[in-house]
């Protein structure tokens, strides 16, 4: 599937890419905040050992940063889009849209969402993006 980045996202892409030596496949800029996404089994690579790596991509960036590692099913990649929440399940629907239903224990809901909802958004642009996935919905 084709993703069409900003230059913003291209040029945050780059930046991380030589900080960390691992190539995102996607940038999101919220703000103060990029989500990228990490290439399958490129995750502990991009973190760094006791999460130095990614600190100090976050302070040369400027901005907090969040990973999120690519997987090759919907489901798995939903699953992953939702880290560090624990998720039980997912079912993709298709009937007049493609929704993804995750079942998350009460206890992860929270994390989740995110505050003012930033995770599970995230994870909804990321799911459209790459599989075609139009809504995620905790269940």
Aim: glycine share 8%; aromatic share 4%; proline share 4%.
């Amino acid at each position: 599937m084709y993703v069409e980045l900003s230059d913003e996202a291209r040029r945050y892409i780059g930046r991380f890419d030589e900080l960390t030596g691992v190539a995102p496949k996607d940038c999101l800029v919220e703000g103060d905040r990029l989500v990228f996404l990490v290439p399958a089994g490129e995750m502990a690579a991009a973190i760094g050992q006791a999460g130095e790596t990614v600190e100090e991509a976050e302070r040369r960036l400027g901005k907090s940063v969040e990973l999120v590692e690519d997987a090759d099913t919907p489901e798995a990649f939903v699953a992953s889009a939702l880290a560090p929440a624990a998720v039980n399940a997912v079912t993709i629907s298709e009937q007049n849209d493609r929704v993804a239903y995750v079942e998350v224990p009460e206890p992860d809901r929270g994390v989740a969402i995110g505050a003012d909802g930033v995770n599970i958004e995230a994870a909804r642009t990321l799911a459209k993006r790459h599989h075609d996935i139009d809504d995620i919905q905790l269940t």
